[in-house]
């Protein structure tokens, strides 16, 4: 089982959709969460920090349950421009460098 | 200017081969890192350096090295390329004041052993 496991998609919506991913996480120790965009043959950006209280960021929302480990991002209103693999980013934090990209949820908005 | 640069963009080379991936970025970061992307695997961590001549294994670092000679480069060698490691190759800087930071990628090498 992979640490940081996502569904791969894809996601196709329409425009103006509502979308969201989710995104589960395997170790408890796990410290810290992000959800980083990359856009196709593209390097990967980071789109966000996830907390524990939630946190927007215009179109944009992200979740964190620590009780049943896992991460989300809602987009609302979906644009063209979304279109994209969106990754799942958790830092375990303890003892070093411990870092896990999930394999990504690519979305296709269409018009 | 891009503030990661990764050269080369591109490279097709045969098994056996050695091969230096050259990382340069002039975001003044401490901590750099390499990665390697297949599909449906995610980025995959090969080494990281927090400060010159500092290195770290990463989670596949087999087959692999690096060498950190100054802040602003970090470069990723395949001693004997062989086919398996074809890939895409990235490398990122962070700087250094927190637990975790934003990672900052390059644009990526596109390596193919034949």
């Known amino acids: 089982r992979k640490e940081v496991e996502q569904d791969p998609g894809p996601f196709n919506v329409p425009e103006g959709a509502t979308v969201a991913f989710n995104c589960t996480y395997s170790?408890?120790?796990?410290?810290?969460f992000f959800w980083y965009r990359q856009d196709c043959r593209k390097e990967p950006k980071l789109l966000m920090s996830?907390?524990?209280s939630g946190n927007e960021d215009g179109r944009f929302t992200a979740q964190l349950n620590r009780a049943s480990q896992y991460i989300s991002l809602l987009i609302r209103d979906s644009k063209l421009s979304d279109s994209a693999t969106y990754l799942c980013v958790v830092n375990r934090g303890t003892g070093g460098f411990k870092t896990i990209f999930g394999a990504g949820t690519r979305l296709f908005v269409k018009a | 200017d891009a503030d990661v640069t990764q050269t080369p963009r591109n490279r097709i080379t045969k098994t056996g081969k050695r091969i230096m991936l050259e990382c340069s970025q002039t975001k003044g970061h401490d901590r750099m890192y390499w990665y390697r992307q297949d599909p449906g695997l995610g980025l995959r961590l090969i080494y990281y350096s927090f400060d010159v001549k500092d290195i770290n294994k990463g989670e596949i670092s087999d087959g692999y090295s690096v060498s950190r000679q100054a802040q602003a480069k970090f470069s990723l060698s395949l001693e004997s390329a062989i086919p398996n490691q074809t890939a895409l190759y990235f490398c990122?800087?962070?700087?250094?004041?927190?637990?975790?930071?934003?990672?900052?990628f390059g644009p990526g090498t596109r390596l193919t052993v034949l």
């Open positions: 996830v907390y524990s």
């Open positions: 170790n408890s120790a796990s410290q810290s």
């Open positions: 990122a800087t962070s700087d250094a004041s927190g637990n975790y930071n934003e990672q900052f």
